[in-house]
């Protein structure tokens, strides 16, 4: 199962890859498919604990693949910023850091995101593992630079902000409700 939800979440790349030399603006295309694969996995990352608490479905064995996914998305997304709109230009990136601050805000998702990843082996994960409700920071911010990097919020950003907030705010419920039990 492990292996088909790998090769599910890794198709929208192969999409994005044949879809290049049609491109109008090719890195803007994958900044769209990697930002939307990385945003969609970090909140599908959330769905596991929702559908235990829920539906009583037990799908906590896929949660860290999923996030490790969402990692792969926004690793890319970077590497897409970095290498191929900046040219690992750090005095450009700094600057377009300036004109656009979602920037600084997606950074700062994306640095929580990094150091789940880095911390999500046994070992790591047993001696890091309540850094890991970061994990909402991480979800807020990264919705925040989707929703702002955008010029005009359509369907899409508003969807994804919705799915977020329900997602968190079922999270925010379950915690009041089990303290007051």
Same mark, same amino acid.
């Given at each position: 199962?492990?292996?088909?939800l790998?090769?599910l979440?890794?198709?929208?790349l /192969? ?11 090719p890195?803007k295309?994958?900044?769209?498919y990697?930002?939307? /694969?990385?945003i969609?996995?970090l909140?599908? #990352?959330l769905a596991p604990? %929702?559908y @235990?608490?829920?539906?009583?479905i037990?799908?906590l064995?896929?949660r860290? %693949?999923? /996030?490790?996914l969402? *990692? ?9 910023f970095v290498?191929l709109? #900046? +040219?690992f230009? *750090?005095? %450009?990136i700094? +600057?377009? #850091?300036l ?6 805000? /997606? ?5 929580i ?5 880095? %911390? #999500?082996?046994? @070992?790591? *994960?047993? !001696?890091?593992s @309540?850094y890991? @409700? ?12 989707s ?7 359509g369907?899409? +950003?508003?969807?994804?902000v919705a799915?977020g907030v329900v997602l968190?705010g079922?999270r925010?419920?379950?915690k009041m409700?089990h303290?007051? !039990?």
């Amino acid at each position: 199962m492990k292996i088909l939800l790998v090769l599910l979440a890794l198709l929208p790349l /192969g999409v994005a890859y044949y879809q290049l030399d049609n491109a109008i603006d090719p890195i803007k295309m994958l900044y769209s498919y990697t930002g939307i /694969g990385a945003i969609s996995l970090l909140l599908l #990352s959330l769905a596991p604990s %929702t559908y @235990k608490r829920i539906c009583s479905i037990n799908w906590l064995r896929y949660r860290k %693949t999923i /996030g490790l996914l969402a *990692f792969v998305y926004a690793l890319l997304h970077v590497s897409i910023f970095v290498a191929l709109d #900046s +040219e690992f230009d *750090f005095v %450009t990136i700094f +600057e377009k #850091s300036l004109k656009k601050p979602f920037i600084y805000v /997606g950074l700062i998702a994306f640095i929580i995101v990094l150091l789940m990843a880095l %911390t #999500s082996f046994k @070992k790591l *994960f047993a !001696k890091f593992s @309540k850094y890991h @409700k970061a994990v909402y920071l991480a979800l807020a911010l990264a919705l925040l630079h989707s929703f702002w990097a955008q010029k005009v919020a359509g369907v899409f +950003e508003y969807g994804i902000v919705a799915v977020g907030v329900v997602l968190l705010g079922e999270r925010v419920w379950a915690k009041m409700h089990h303290n007051f !039990k």
